[in-house]
């Protein structure tokens, strides 16, 4: 009977130790897994921020500002051109031919 009573102390005694260890074990892996999680954190941030800066380094304001000034240009082109063809109709076609012809005379110097 001493010999079970032995055993079943020691036993107790390494299940107690066992326990202890598991809960350690437990509280590690928490641990780990928070650093997991702000290691994920820190990673998507820094990533953020590196597209960020690449996306405003590839931002040129000289080419945005060229982009508009030809934008323009083409919006004045077509209005002049409008304008143009507006004078055109409104002239009879008569009047339109003489007036050429006229200033093609005066180019060729008759």
Same mark, same amino acid.
């Given at each position: 009977m001493y010999i079970y009573t032995q055993q079943y102390s020691t036993l107790k005694e390494k299940t107690t130790v066992l326990t202890e260890k598991v809960k350690q074990l437990y509280e590690?892996? /928490?641990q780990l897994k928070l650093k997991q999680m702000q290691l994920m954190t820190r990673f998507y941030v820094a990533e953020t921020m590196k597209q960020m800066d690449e996306a405003i380094t590839s931002?040129?304001?000289d080419h945005v500002i060229k982009g508009f000034a030809r934008m323009e240009e083409k919006?004045?082109?077509?209005?002049? /051109?409008?304008?143009?063809?507006s004078a055109i109709q409104t002239l009879p076609p008569q009047s339109f031919?003489?007036?050429v012809e006229q200033q093609l005379k005066q180019l060729k110097g008759e």
């Open positions: 590690t892996y /928490e931002f040129r304001y919006v004045m082109l077509l209005e002049a /051109e409008a304008k143009a063809r031919d003489i007036e």
